[in-house]
């Protein structure tokens, strides 16, 4: 019995040192540097408030400079040519004569019309008299019925003589008149292919000169089906001037297109569709053939713009931000946004004005931690660099991202 109460007392007494020690034994892990403590405190990052601002989006295109009219100019009958009447290079004026082929051969040929109508008409004359005569004499039966419609029929034929006499004659009048070649439209005169003494053939197929209008004159380019369905919202908007184009690096930077046609067709295989501009060219800086770089701008809007640093995109391809609540917790927020202006998101959904997004610090905290808000040391020594070089010009520097938290107190964390 004695025994059994030793061990039963032993057993009290080890229980009871088990107890002291597991309350007052300090781990290794926790010292009293206070390595715990750092563990549990919350992250420092650098936040920004989400707003509006009004931004202006543009778009560059390539495109190519094309005529605005284009006439290559060939001979409508053949011939020597006896004289050009223009430089190359001038400013023709529609109408303006050109070349002069040797008319001679054409001249000749109209005299003979003239010789065959004159003819013609005198033999319709003569038939004419006979009929009246052959009409008193069938009346007395002094000839037959045959004779008189053959004297009829051959009047007619007379008449007909006539007309294709005309004809001749105004064929030959028109010819003649070719050899004078005058110019179609009004532009500027190209090379010339040939020069006096040169034999041209009616409709050849090289072009003496070519005769192009510059001003004004087009650019054709290429642009997505999505940006085009933009710029005829744009267009068929309140302003329809609202939306220019422009030529990068032109002479004249001020000049301004407008949109004068868009293919009805998309490429099926680049989803692209073909358009036209028009821009005046009284300098004639664009010339056709040339390659240019066109700049679109489009109306005034108001959008949220997000530092694409700010953005992360995760496996499936969709953005994302870190938004910091009022009690300073942060959470994961999906956003969209596919456009970009001046290297920052063009927020399109998932955020509203007033919400702050985290913008650095933010891979080292977790959905639901509390964070502290940090000042963000680039834009304070872009501050100091500006005040020592010139303190009444500091206030000029406005930090673009704001660290300020929306509630002022900071959550201590628990130790």
């Not at 004078?180 to 041209?200: N, Q």
């Not at 390659?291 to 995109?313: C, D, E, G, M, W």
């Not at 660290?403 to 959550?411: D, G, L, M, T, Y």
């Amino acid at each position: 019995m004695k025994k059994i109460l030793l061990v039963i007392g032993g057993m009290v007494v080890l229980g009871a040192a088990g107890y002291y020690v597991d309350r007052h034994y300090i781990s290794p892990q926790k010292t009293s540097s206070g390595v715990a403590g750092k563990e549990g405190e919350s992250p420092a990052v650098t936040v920004m408030e989400v707003a509006t601002r009004d931004i202006t989006l543009s778009a560059e295109y390539n495109g190519r400079v094309s005529a605005y009219k284009i006439s290559p100019v060939r001979p409508q009958v053949g011939g020597v040519v006896r004289e050009r009447l223009f430089e190359e290079g001038d400013e023709i004026k529609a109408g303006q004569q050109l070349y002069q082929i040797d008319p001679a051969p054409y001249l000749a040929t109209v005299n003979t019309a003239k010789a065959q109508l004159q003819k013609a008409e005198a033999t319709s004359k003569a038939q004419q008299s006979k009929i009246e005569r052959y009409r008193k004499l069938i009346k007395m039966d002094a000839i037959s019925r045959q004779d008189y419609d053959d004297q009829v029929a051959g009047f007619a034929q007379a008449q007909a003589d006539i007309a294709i006499a005309r004809a001749a004659l105004d064929t030959a009048e028109l010819n003649l008149a070719y050899t004078k070649v005058y110019a179609p439209i009004s532009g500027k005169a190209g090379f010339s292919a040939v020069t006096e003494g040169a034999l041209v053939t009616a409709d050849q197929e090289e072009p003496l000169t070519t005769i192009t209008q510059l001003d004004p004159i087009y650019v054709d380019f290429t642009a997505q089906w999505a940006d085009m369905q933009q710029i005829r919202s744009a267009q068929q908007g309140a302003d329809s001037s609202a939306i220019k184009f422009y030529i990068e690096g032109s002479a004249s930077p001020n000049r301004a297109g407008r949109l004068q046609f868009s293919d009805i067709t998309v490429d099926e295989t680049t989803g692209t569709i073909k358009s036209r501009l028009i821009f005046e060219n009284a300098d004639h800086a664009l010339l056709p053939q040339q390659f240019v770089k066109i700049r679109a701008t489009f109306p005034n809007r108001s959008a949220i713009l997000l530092p694409q640093s700010a953005a992360i995109r995760g496996p499936d391809g969709g953005l994302s931000v870190w938004v910091m609540t009022q009690d300073h917790k942060v959470k994961k927020q999906p956003i969209a946004a596919q456009k970009t202006y001046e290297n920052q998101w063009i927020l399109e959904s998932g955020l509203q004005p007033g919400d702050q997004i985290v913008t650095s610090g933010f891979q080292k905290i977790k959905d639901g931690q509390v964070v502290t808000v940090a000042q963000d040391k680039t834009q304070n020594h872009a501050q100091d660099q500006v005040e020592k070089q010139d303190p009444k010009n500091a206030q000029l520097i406005t930090p673009q991202i704001s660290n300020q938290p929306v509630n002022p107190e900071q959550k201590k964390p628990n130790s």
